[in-house]
């Protein structure tokens, strides 16, 4: 069976640009869940989330980041048929640029499959005011002002035509929309390619932004985010604890079966080692209080990686910070994991980032990382009181030195769809 | 490793009942109409192939709107037919074009609003309905067909114009990896979207434009008829399945870069991994309707199945079906060739000239093997073996 290597990885996350950016900021034990910049939340009653530190995105700017010339014909391209209004495709072609170069890629990666996980939609409320009248959308009509390509809604795989674009790339592609499972879900199914000998190269990963009016007005309404407008708004297995803060970014992952990667003389960085998934088949508003489905996500990807719970050095919780998620997880790490459910440290970075939705599973196996790369594992923002109905080793705001040689994460999303991966030390 | 089909059902322009759609398929019926639904919007992408029967009353109309509540009705039904039942090791792969923002529901909170954004809280967002985030979510077909079925196994929700033949591949794959025994594999799309039909009546090989459809690989190199569909396949291991199966499936999938449609190169390498060494009979084309994208389409084609392969168009019958259209081709096929007869390319009376055989009548036929591709924006391909069993 063949293993699969980890050989480069991008992200984009609210401490900034880069990996390392990102793990700096989850060393610094700090949030970065911030007043919102890129649009006027002043009236909305939550104006804090992790925004990535870029309030405005235009062809310059993401030339620049992309060390592309402004007047490149793909940058024109997408800025003229509206594409950069949505903000999770800048996200998404940061990250992959970093993780492809970091990986050494070239033309001979070209046929590599993509495996990317993209959030809702945007809905581009500016289409339609020029054919708004008289309370109804006059879709027939041509308006005077003349409208990007991409109208009144974004198509739901642009991010991965944009990738593609920017890379290259001409193998298979898939792109998954499980909702908060998706991000590790485009990871252990870019790792199965490799597994099964389908892909030799997979750039794998999630991209994700729903700071924007629609985003926000709706998990508002939800009721999913904390009531307190503060940066201390997530506070994950904290007794305290009493809503989630959004966020944005990318993780974007070079996957690469090992013996290519070793014969090219890539670094390898750590390995997929294992993944399992379910369906919890309970409701789409809540998970199942018991756990068990996640449980059994959890014990396919220990099958999988063909390790005992004991072999894990550390988990990275889902945690969202709700009151119904900590606990429910907290249940299916005990009865997946047994006694050292509640022995093996476990931190979520939530707090420090807020949930990026879509890409969260990405993001969140990109701090899955740092024990490899920084050995240390990142701490819990905004955890200072254990809640007993969440007994867990649960890790304060401090990053801990640590040796690790398996990581789990954990993933779970609206709707019941359960993910767990879990890593091994390069 | 190809995969039993033990369970089936749609809804197509054409209708629910399998056999009667073939019955329509081979008549060389076409779903071309006016949109009834969207009665009276002067858009310039005049006909399309509409579902016309409404989807049966749900609980579930909080989560699902009309194409989702297609994919549950379809989803339960296959199900049923598959006589399986639920459990850890039956997952739901879901394949869908997109979600459709429902404007209806957004009306409160977009009549104030200002082109600048400015107060947005308070000019609207605040009327929104607490569950509209929950019902825009991208996997609430997927959650609820799992609810209603007690498939607790793997699955996922893949988007895309060939999300079906996503969908198809990774049901495969969890299948021959043994994580499953069983998967339900659903697909909906609907090109008749209003922000769709203006989209594609906006694009350079789109949609037909105005009163008049010609079918694809006549020459006219008109555009397509943009249709909708659901469909859902249960699939299993051959093994075990004696007796029950419909016939077999070997799915792939492909991109091409960020051209808007596939050239000869990646249609190539999709079409051979579907095949996968098998020799196939006759092919269901893609059916773009452009004269420049059916001809590389017949070219690729006939380099790999042989210049004579007889060449049929189920899309020119319901117009195309975005990611529903893989799903849909093969259940098609398989009922066809079930059948031992072809059904025609509808409404196409003169023949381009090229490779492969373009079928303007119902054909008996001995094929046992079929391949059906579909493409879409951007550059995406589907591809699927079919067999009869």
């Not at chain 2, 399986?84 to 609003?113: C, S, T």
């Not at chain 2, 190199?221 to 199966?245: K, Q, Y």
Request: glycine share 14%; aromatic share 6%; with cysteine.
């Amino acid at each position: 069976m063949r293993r699969v290597a980890i050989t480069g990885l991008g992200v984009v996350s609210p401490f900034g640009f880069g990996a390392k950016a990102f793990f700096d900021g989850l060393i610094s034990g700090v949030t970065a869940v911030r007043p919102i910049a890129s649009f006027d939340a002043s009236r909305f009653p939550v104006q804090h989330a992790g925004e990535v530190p870029q309030a405005r995105i235009n062809r310059a700017w993401l030339g620049r980041a992309l060390g592309m010339d402004a007047e490149d014909s793909n940058l024109q391209r997408w800025e003229a048929g509206g594409w950069l209004r949505d903000r999770k495709l800048s996200w998404a072609l940061l990250a992959a640029r970093e993780a492809w170069v970091q990986a050494g890629c070239s033309e001979a990666e070209g046929e590599a499959a993509l495996s990317l996980a993209l959030g809702l939609e945007q809905a581009l409320l500016e289409d339609f005011a020029p054919i708004y009248r008289e309370g109804k959308i006059q879709w027939g009509e041509e308006p005077k002002a003349p409208l990007p390509t991409v109208r009144f809604r974004t198509p739901v795989d642009l991010g991965a035509r944009a990738v593609r674009s920017l890379l290259g790339l001409c193998g298979r592609t898939q792109v998954h929309v499980s909702a908060c499972a998706a991000g590790a879900l485009a990871v252990a199914h870019g790792a199965s390619l490799i597994r099964r000998g389908d892909s030799d190269v997979v750039l794998a990963g999630a991209a994700d932004a729903m700071i924007n009016p629609l985003g926000l007005g709706g998990m508002i309404r939800l009721g999913a985010t904390s009531p307190r407008n503060a940066p201390d708004a997530c506070r994950p297995f904290d007794r305290r604890r009493d809503g989630l803060a959004l966020g944005e970014g990318a993780a974007l992952f070079v996957l690469e079966a090992e013996d290519r990667a070793l014969a090219r003389g890539a670094k390898v960085l750590g390995f997929v080692k294992g993944w399992g998934s379910t369906q919890d088949g309970f409701r789409v508003t809540a998970p199942r209080p018991d756990g068990s489905q996640a449980a059994a996500a959890i014990r396919r990807a220990l099958a999988s990686a063909g390790i005992a719970p004991e072999a894990l050095g550390y988990v990275n919780a889902h945690g969202t910070g709700t009151p119904l998620n900590d606990p429910a997880e907290a249940r299916a790490l005990q009865v997946a994991l047994g006694p050292w459910g509640g022995q093996v440290p476990v931190s979520s970075i939530k707090g420090a980032v807020g949930h990026l939705m879509a890409a969260s599973g990405a993001l969140e196996l990109a701090a899955g990382m740092m024990p490899f790369l920084h050995g240390s594992i990142p701490g819990t923002v905004h955890f200072t009181d254990s809640d007993p109905e969440c007994p867990l080793n649960v890790m304060g705001p401090d990053c801990h030195q640590s040796d690790v040689e398996h990581v789990l994460s954990n993933s779970f999303g609206f709707g019941g769809q359960n993910a767990a991966v879990i890593l091994g030390a390069p | 490793m190809k995969a039993a089909l033990t369970g089936w059902a749609w809804r197509t322009p054409l209708g629910p009942d399998p056999e009667a759609v073939l019955e329509r398929l081979l008549a060389g019926e076409t779903a071309a109409a006016h949109h009834r639904h969207l009665a009276g919007a002067p858009f310039e992408v005049a006909l399309g192939g509409a579902i016309t029967a409404p989807p049966a009353p749900s609980k579930h109309q909080r989560f699902l709107r009309r194409m989702g509540l297609y994919a549950l009705d379809c989803g339960k039904e296959a199900f049923l037919k598959a006589g399986i039942k639920g459990g850890p090791r039956v997952g739901v792969f879901l394949g869908y074009g997109g979600l459709r923002a429902h404007w209806n529901d957004m009306m409160p909170a977009l009549e104030h609003q200002q082109e600048d954004g400015q107060d947005a809280w308070d000019r609207g967002f605040r009327l929104f309905h607490p569950f509209w985030m929950l019902q825009h979510l991208s996997n609430n077909a997927q959650a609820l067909l799992a609810m209603e079925l007690g498939a607790r196994g793997e699955g996922i929700t893949c988007g895309g114009a060939n999300a079906g033949a996503q969908a198809l591949g990774a049901a495969q794959r969890a299948l021959s990896e043994g994580t499953l025994d069983a998967a339900l594999v659903v697909a909906h799309d609907t090109l008749l979207e209003p922000e769709t039909l203006v989209e594609l009546g906006s694009r350079a090989q789109g949609a037909i434009r105005g009163e008049s459809f010609m079918a694809p690989y006549g020459g006219g190199g008109s555009g397509f008829l943009p249709g909708e569909a659901a469909v859902a396949l249960v699939l299993e291991r051959p093994a075990g399945c004696a007796g029950r199966a419909l016939g077999f499936l070997h799915a792939a999938d492909g991109a091409d870069g960020s051209r808007e449609e596939p050239g000869q190169s990646v249609l190539a390498a999709v079409v051979e991994r579907a095949l996968d060494g098998v020799d196939c009979d006759v092919v269901d084309g893609a059916a773009r309707g452009w004269m420049e994208l059916d001809g590389i389409e017949r070219r690729t084609l006939a380099s790999i199945l042989g210049e004579g392969t007889p060449l049929t168009a189920t899309q020119a019958a319901f117009g195309q079906l975005g990611a529903a259209a893989a799903p849909a081709q093969a259940l098609a096929l398989v009922l066809a060739m079930r059948r031992g007869v072809l059904p025609p390319i509808a409404s196409l009376s003169r023949i381009e000239l090229g490779p492969l055989r373009p079928l303007t009548k119902a054909e008996p036929s001995n094929a046992r093997c079929a391949l059906v591709v579909s493409t879409g924006a951007p550059g995406l391909v589907g591809a699927v073996r079919v067999e009869v069993a």
